[in-house]
Every structure is written in C-alpha cells, then in structure tokens.
C-alpha cells in the first residue's frame, strides 16, 4: 500500500508536504482505518528512498491537522 505512493523530486512541493498530502489521501479514501497503525519511519523512510527527517516533517504535519497521533516509543496511528 505504502509502495504506491509516488513523490517527485522535481515537484517544487516540498517533500514531506507531498509525503502528508498522499497519506492524508489514505486516510480520506478510508484506506487508512482508525487505530491503523503506520509504518515506522525508519522503514517508511527505506521502502520511499528519502530522508527519515521527511518522513518525521510529514508525520508532524499530519498530527497537526488531526489525522494521525503519534506515542512515544509506540508509533503514529491513524
């Protein structure tokens, strides 16, 4: 589900702004069900090829707008 998730480098869009922008998508579409539980950003980070700090920058901006929480030491659910 997470490998279908497609981000351009040569998008002026931020990185993680468009990483937020196709979860948030997940989540509107009810792919991402409540208490689903998301990638760790470590391995999210490895299965996209960019940086955790992009993955960590768009986890924060989805628990900003409400869509996800995350718990220390446990993950970001939805």
């Known amino acids: 589900?997470?490998?279908?998730?497609?981000?351009?480098?040569?998008?002026?869009?931020?990185?993680?702004?468009?990483?937020?922008?196709?979860?948030a998508k997940l989540i509107q579409d009810g792919v991402l069900v409540e208490g689903f539980k998301l990638p760790t950003i470590r391995s999210l980070s490895k299965q996209l090829s960019i940086n955790r700090d992009t993955v960590v920058s768009a986890y924060k901006l989805l628990e900003q707008q409400g869509l996800v929480e995350s718990f220390i030491g446990k993950g970001t659910y939805r």
Do not use: G, N, R, V
Not at 13 to 20: G, K, R, S, W
């Open 1 to 23: 589900m997470f490998h279908a998730i497609s981000l351009s480098k040569s998008d002026p869009t931020p990185l993680y702004i468009q990483l937020a922008c196709e979860l």
